[in-house]
């Protein structure tokens, strides 16, 4: 009889089955689902919406779709939670509240945020669409989930302001909670005018103006 030691059972334990053919296509029609309800919500409205039309856009049945999801609200939730994990995403490691101890590394810091949000946000306009014109009206539950991601946003950036006060490199004065409601405001205003007026060199030179305040605005002279 052949024994194992601990060690080997931990990592016989660790060891897993990649997904079967089966497995990869159903995850894959899953997020095709997804996908297409993300776009008929946008441009059409979710209420204007039906899973007919997003069955019919995807060449399956109405049986199929309910595998899958139990009605289309359902799906605005994975839409939420895609999106919210790809701006988490661009907060990691090197852009963290508590990553810059200079004023130099918290401006380069700001400044690779502005990108990443600018192309999560703004540049495919229909994740703004969905989420400012017709996410809100949908019911109660939804509405409050989305102040609750403005509330996590203002929350962040608090975080980057009280870390830049603590280590000195922003104004010790500094109202770090409304300062960051105001940012909030900022970074939603500049959405909408990215959706109003698609030009790149204006959403280029409002992102710059609000980088700009997010530095000079809160620095310690």
Known sequence: MTHHSVCDDCIIGLVTKPPTRAERRKAELRQ???DTAFVQFAERGYHATGIADIATELGIGHGTFYRYFSNKRDIIDHVIDDLAARIVGALGTENAPDAATTLDEYRAQIDR???ALTHILVEDRRVAQLLLFHATGIDDELTARLYG???T???LTAGY???GVELGYLREDLDTLNTARAVTGMLL???VHGLRDPD???IAALNVAIRRLLVDGV???
């Open 153 to 155: 946003a203002d929350t």
């Open 161 to 163: 302001l009280e870390h």
């Open 219 to 221: 620095r310690k002279d």
């Open 200 to 202: 790149e060199s204006a």
């Open 149 to 151: 991601l403005l509330d």
């Open 32 to 34: 095709d689902i997804i």
């Open 189 to 191: 205003a500049g959405i």
């Open 113 to 115: 945020i502005g990108v």
